[in-house]
């Protein structure tokens, strides 16, 4: 059965096809070589059909000791070298494959393709030659000399490879080109030329083969005569875009730079010009006139050049547009040449005009907005997102913090709940590890401890180092009086990435004093009151309850009382939490809450 079963995995595709032109052994093999040949080649085929590799590789290897001459256990073995990134034993082996079988065209351009990935074009040349020689109706592989022929500067070979497609396909405008350029690159400017003009003769109704004649009299310096070609096309139709474009290289050319501007910027407006040409003309207009860098008063090097090129934007802005590719554009340049935030701004609008759903844009103008401290156009901006792209995470994300800093907690966290559900495997792990961090923080300011905790283990999923979560994980934990030992590990990490954190240090002092380590406790407490001249009325709290189990009694009430003072200013200095407060400076003594 096994054997049946490897047969049938064997007649497909290349390995069918490779084993059909191969011989299966050497005629000096004994019959019993033979034999083990063909059952470990055949499990060979069974383990890589079944993507076991390493065991094919082995029997594979086992087969070539058998049978050293096995053609195709060779060619099997280079594809697994070249996987291995063994460069010299791909070659090796598919060179040894196609040595004994020159017949088989699978390794024959196998071995090309593999001197090709090597860089030994001449090598791979005279593969894909032997290929040619047996079958030269192989437009395919002619095709592929044309370009190793050019590449390498053979281009009489490379116009017989071009000529020899045309025999099999018929002459046609990509390869006419073709060769039309390698005639030029050879010198030979009167071939250049005959070659667009009989393409041109052709097919005389279509002015499109006209301008190209003109264009190949143009490259190979028949100026005047190539002028006349293009005045002949629009003298016939006035408005053809591709002679007009051809006029501009032909002004440029002979310096007349005012007609060649004037040219450019009709076809640019005019309304049967492509669209894909506009912003092709745009984008080379865009990175001439930033040839150099910007000067100190904002403008690129040459502002004359940037004036015409955003005045051109806005014109060609005015057109109906297909898509939002030119607005963006022009976005983009603007940002280049430092133009003014507001002036960027409108353009980004101008994108959201044309493509609602343009979330680069739309992050753009959130940016601005956050950079301005403007919480309320963050949220709408959001907020308008959030019904064009409803997957984008980023959109939640500030959303959620904006009303976070207007302390909106409930609509804060109802954001950020509902951007849980677009975070996916492929969503930023860092964005998503945020995301699940600030979650956290306000599920812990509504009193959500254990769905707290829960996005605090989802953050660290996301990103192990987000120093951030660790710190507030740590410190629910210790307000929990939970896992302390945990807590203190994650905490310590915090402070070691920032030493000089007050928050963090406040939360691993909290965390020593909760472990009764109090001695340790008062030493990081008194880091962190260097580090934070401002102190928050939970900090002060803490001060005061570590410096009293040390001792200090006297000093524990001071912190104390200025906690009270502050604590109409921190929201988690509770009705409670201030009452428990009240009554440690009343009866001077620590209260456990």
């Known amino acids: 059965?096994?054997?049946?079963?490897?047969?049938?995995?064997?007649?497909?595709?290349?390995?069918?096809?490779?084993?059909?032109?191969?011989?299966?052994?050497?005629?000096?093999?004994?019959?019993?070589?033979?034999?083990?040949?063909?059952?470990?080649?055949?499990?060979?085929?069974?383990?890589?059909?079944?993507?076991?590799h390493d065991a094919a590789f082995d029997l594979l290897r086992h087969c070539v000791e058998i049978n050293p001459n096995a053609s195709e256990a060779y060619y099997f073995l280079s594809h697994y070298y070249r996987i291995d990134h063994n460069r010299e034993k791909a070659l090796e082996y598919m060179k040894r494959a196609y040595e004994l079988s020159p017949d088989n065209?699978?390794?024959?351009?196998?071995?090309?393709?593999?001197?090709?990935?090597?860089?030994?074009?001449?090598?791979a040349i005279g593969v894909y030659e032997e290929l040619i020689a047996r079958d030269n109706s192989r437009d395919d592989i002619q095709a592929v000399l044309y370009e190793l022929y050019q590449n390498t500067g053979q281009y009489e070979k490379a116009v017989k490879a071009l000529e020899q497609v045309e025999l099999i396909n018929g002459k046609s405008e990509r390869l006419t080109q073709a060769k039309s350029e390698l005639y030029t690159q050879m010198g030979n400017r009167e071939?250049?030329?005959?070659?667009?003009?009989?393409?041109?003769?052709?097919?005389?109704?279509?002015?499109?083969?006209?301008?190209?004649?003109?264009?190949?009299?143009?490259?190979?310096?028949?100026?005047?005569?190539?002028?006349?070609?293009?005045?002949?096309?629009?003298?016939?139709?006035?408005?053809?875009?591709?002679?007009?474009?051809?006029?501009?290289?032909?002004?440029?050319?002979?310096?007349?730079?005012?007609?060649?501007?004037?040219?450019?910027?009709?076809?640019?407006?005019?309304?049967?010009?492509?669209?894909?040409?506009?912003?092709e003309m745009l984008r080379n207009e865009a990175m001439q006139s930033l040839?150099?860098?910007?000067?100190?008063?904002?403008?690129?090097?040459?502002g004359t050049d940037s004036v015409r090129v955003l005045n051109h934007f806005r014109q060609v802005?005015?057109?109906?547009?297909?898509?939002?590719?030119?607005?963006?554009?022009?976005?983009?340049?603007?940002?280049?040449?430092?133009?003014?935030?507001?002036?960027?701004?409108?353009?980004?609008?101008?994108?959201?005009?044309?493509?609602?759903?343009?979330?680069?844009?739309?992050?753009?103008?959130?940016?601005?907005?956050?950079?301005?401290?403007?919480?309320?156009?963050?949220?709408?901006?959001?907020?308008?997102?959030?019904?064009?792209?409803?997957?984008?995470?980023?959109f939640y994300y500030y959303q959620g913090f904006a009303y976070y800093r207007q302390d909106d907690l409930d609509n804060a966290l109802s954001a950020f709940q509902n951007g849980v559900s677009v975070i996916t495997e492929e969503s930023n792990p860092m964005l998503a590890s945020d995301f699940y961090a600030l979650l956290g923080h306000l599920l812990h300011k509504k009193g959500l401890e254990e769905e707290a905790l829960a996005a605090c283990d989802s953050c660290l999923q996301y990103?192990?180092?987000?120093?951030?979560?660790?710190?507030?994980?740590?410190?629910?934990?210790?307000?929990?009086?939970?896992?302390?030992?945990?807590?203190?590990?994650?905490s310590y990490r915090a402070i070691m990435a920032e030493p000089k954190n007050a928050a963090y240090l406040d939360t691993y002092a909290w965390i020593l004093f909760r472990l009764e380590r109090y001695a340790e406790a008062k030493i990081y407490m008194d880091q962190t009151l260097q580090c934070d001249p401002?102190?928050?009325?939970?900090?002060?709290?803490?001060a005061g309850d570590i410096y009293f189990h040390t001792g200090d009694k006297t000093e524990a009430l001071d912190f104390w009382r200025m906690a009270l003072e502050k604590s109409s200013n921190d929201s988690e200095i509770t009705g409670k939490r201030k009452t428990l407060l009240q009554k440690k400076i009343k009866l001077k003594k620590y209260i456990k809450q």
């Open 191 to 279: 071939a250049a030329i005959a070659e667009m003009k009989a393409l041109a003769d052709q097919y005389p109704n279509d002015l499109n083969y006209l301008v190209m004649y003109g264009d190949a009299l143009l490259q190979n310096d028949e100026v005047e005569k190539a002028h006349q070609v293009y005045q002949d096309v629009l003298r016939q139709e006035p408005d053809h875009i591709g002679a007009m474009l051809s006029m501009v290289n032909y002004y440029t050319l002979t310096g007349n730079t005012d007609a060649a501007e004037r040219t450019s910027e009709r076809v640019l407006l005019h309304p049967k010009t492509p669209q894909e040409t506009r912003i």
């Open 1 to 52: 059965m096994k054997k049946i079963l490897c047969i049938v995995l064997m007649m497909t595709g290349w390995t069918m096809t490779c084993l059909a032109q191969s011989p299966s052994h050497d005629a000096q093999l004994s019959v019993s070589d033979a034999q083990r040949y063909d059952a470990f080649f055949l499990d060979a085929i069974c383990e890589r059909q079944k993507g076991n």
């Open 534 to 542: 401002e102190p928050s009325a939970v900090l002060l709290e803490h």
């Open 463 to 490: 990103n192990p180092d987000n120093i951030g979560c660790l710190n507030d994980y740590a410190y629910y934990l210790s307000e929990r009086n939970e896992e302390l030992e945990k807590a203190e590990r994650m």
């Open 317 to 394: 802005l005015q057109l109906p547009q297909e898509d939002a590719e030119i607005a963006s554009m022009c976005a983009a340049y603007m940002k280049l040449i430092n133009m003014p935030q507001d002036s960027l701004n409108a353009m980004n609008y101008k994108v959201l005009e044309i493509e609602p759903d343009n979330s680069y844009a739309r992050l753009q103008l959130v940016a601005d907005a956050w950079s301005r401290e403007d919480m309320p156009k963050v949220i709408t901006l959001c907020s308008d997102a959030r019904r064009y792209n409803p997957e984008e995470m980023s």
């Open 105 to 123: 065209d699978i390794f024959a351009e196998t071995l090309a393709q593999t001197y090709l990935s090597q860089q030994q074009y001449n090598e």
């Open 291 to 302: 040839g150099g860098a910007p000067t100190q008063d904002g403008h690129a090097v040459g």
